[in-house]
C-alpha cells in the first residue's frame, strides 16, 4: 500500500492514537513491529497517519498492546479505511487546508461545542455576514477568494441539518450581538437569522450579557468537537497564524471547563432569544 504524502489532520490523529497505545504499553516501535511481525518503518508510517491501516489490524494492535479500552479501540477502529471525498475536497487548491480538515473533523463528530465573545460562529452566519468578516481579514483578501472563503463556511452548515443532526451548542457574548459587520441592515438580518436558526431542535444558542461580569477564556473562540469517546474529541482554536487543533488530555479537559464555567454565565434560551430581540430592535 502507498505512503501517504499529505496525510489529513484526521489521518495524522488516527496515527496519534496508535502511538498512544504503544506508549501506554511500554513499547518502542521495533518492541511493537516485532510483535506485530512488520517492520519497524511501517510502525512509523502508521503512527504518522502516512499509512493506511485496517480496522483488525488495529484491534490486532490494541490486543498485542493488551489495551483495556474496548470502547477506545473501536473508536479508533471506525477512524481506518480511505480517506472517503467530502464535498470539501473541492476546494482542495482554492482554500488552506486547514479549513478542509475542520470539516471533516465536523463530519464526523458527534455533537458540537462553541463560545464566541467577538463574532457570530461560522455555522450560524448568514452569507452576507461571512463576506464582511472575510473582507476583514488581512492581509486583504481579493474579491474571488471573499467568495470562496464565504461559500466554504455556508457550505459547512450543511452538517446541522443531515439525516442525523448532530447537538450543536453556541455560547455568545452579548458583544458579538453587537458588532455591525456589514451594517445595520447586515447585522440586523444576521440577528433574524440567529433567532430563526435556535428554532431548530439539535441548535442551542445562549447569550452572555454585558452585565455577567468577568468571563474565562480571554476572550478566544472555543470550538469543540466530540468525538465517539471522550478521548478522540478536538478542540479548534482560531489563531493569527490559522487554525490550531489540539488533542491532549490536559488541553480537552481545560476547554471542557471554559466551556462550563462559560456556560454557568449564560442566559437560558429564553432569555436569549429575548436578549436578541432587544438588539435587533435597538438597531
Not at 141 to 169: G, N, T
Not at 246 to 272: C, F, G, H, P, T
Amino acid at each position: 500500500m502507498p505512503v501517504r504524502t499529505n496525510p489529513t489532520a484526521r489521518q495524522l490523529r488516527f496515527g496519534a492514537e496508535l502511538r498512544k497505545l504503544r506508549e501506554r504499553a511500554g513499547l518502542t516501535s521495533t518492541e511493537a513491529a516485532r510483535l506485530l511481525g512488520i517492520k519497524q518503518a511501517q510502525v512509523s508510517n502508521m503512527e504518522t497517519g502516512r499509512l493506511a491501516v485496517s480496522a483488525e489490524r488495529v484491534r490486532t494492535m490494541a490486543c498485542q498492546y493488551d489495551c483495556p479500552d474496548k470502547e477506545l479501540v473501536e473508536a479508533i477502529a471506525g477512524m481506518t479505511g480511505e480517506r472517503r471525498r467530502g464535498w470539501w475536497e473541492e476546494y482542495r487548491e482554492i482554500l488552506p487546508s486547514g479549513l478542509l480538515d475542520l470539516s471533516e473533523l465536523e463530519s464526523h463528530g458527534t455533537a458540537l461545542r462553541t463560545a464566541h465573545t467577538s463574532g457570530i460562529p461560522g455555522l450560524l452566519q448568514t452569507l452576507d455576514h461571512a463576506r464582511e468578516v472575510f473582507r476583514q481579514v488581512v492581509p486583504e483578501l481579493s474579491p474571488p477568494e471573499v467568495e470562496h472563503r464565504a461559500s466554504f463556511r455556508i457550505k459547512r452548515q450543511a452538517v446541522l441539518f443531515r439525516k442525523e443532526p448532530i447537538p450543536y451548542q453556541a455560547i455568545i457574548h452579548e458583544a458579538a450581538l453587537r458588532m455591525r459587520f456589514g451594517g445595520r441592515e447586515v447585522t440586523k438580518q444576521q440577528l433574524k437569522h440567529l433567532l430563526k436558526m435556535g428554532e431548530h431542535p439539535n441548535i442551542s444558542i445562549h447569550v452572555i450579557p454585558f452585565d455577567a461580569g468577568g468571563y474565562p477564556g480571554a476572550g478566544q473562540p472555543i470550538y469543540y468537537v466530540h468525538g465517539p469517546v471522550p478521548q478522540l474529541d478536538t478542540v479548534q482554536l482560531d489563531q493569527s497564524h490559522g487554525i490550531t487543533l489540539l488533542n491532549a488530555e490536559a488541553q480537552l479537559d481545560k476547554y471542557r471547563k471554559v466551556l462550563d464555567r462559560l456556560m454557568a454565565l449564560a442566559l437560558i434560551e429564553l432569555e436569549s432569544r429575548a436578549l436578541i430581540h432587544s438588539v435587533i430592535q435597538s438597531l
